[in-house]
Nanobody
């Protein structure tokens, strides 16, 4: 049974930083794309970032480019999202994803709340 478990969410002031982690179990994702989506209250879920297994190419939504960094450690079956210079509009539940394609992943975590106060 595949599980993706996120951690690292919390409450932070605008301009602060958080690092999200996602540990996968049940199968290896060393040859799969892994990523992050988010959903703010009253809004649709949206893509945030992804990292491929081929040369670890990275992809970001425009609004987080330059502030967020996605990385992975295949030996730990883990993906990270370093979030700097956080803004109130980054407030959302953040979901880890794995497998499938960048915009249509197969597996989803339960989500971790990130709240940025102004």
């Amino acid at each position: 049974q595949v599980q993706l478990v996120e951690s690292g969410g919390g409450l932070v002031q605008a301009g602060g930083s958080l690092r999200l982690s996602c540990a996968a179990s049940g199968r290896t994702f060393s040859r799969s794309t892994m990523g992050w989506f988010r959903q703010a209250p009253g809004k649709e879920r949206e893509f945030v970032a992804a990292i491929s297994w081929i040369v670890s190419s990275t992809y970001y939504r425009d609004s987080v480019t330059g502030r967020f960094t996605i990385s992975r450690v295949n030996a730990k079956n883990t993906v990270y999202l370093q979030m700097n210079n956080l803004k109130p509009e980054d407030t959302a539940v953040y979901y880890c994803t794995a497998g499938g394609t960048t915009m249509n992943p197969t597996y989803w975590g339960q989500g971790t709340q990130v709240t940025v106060s102004s």
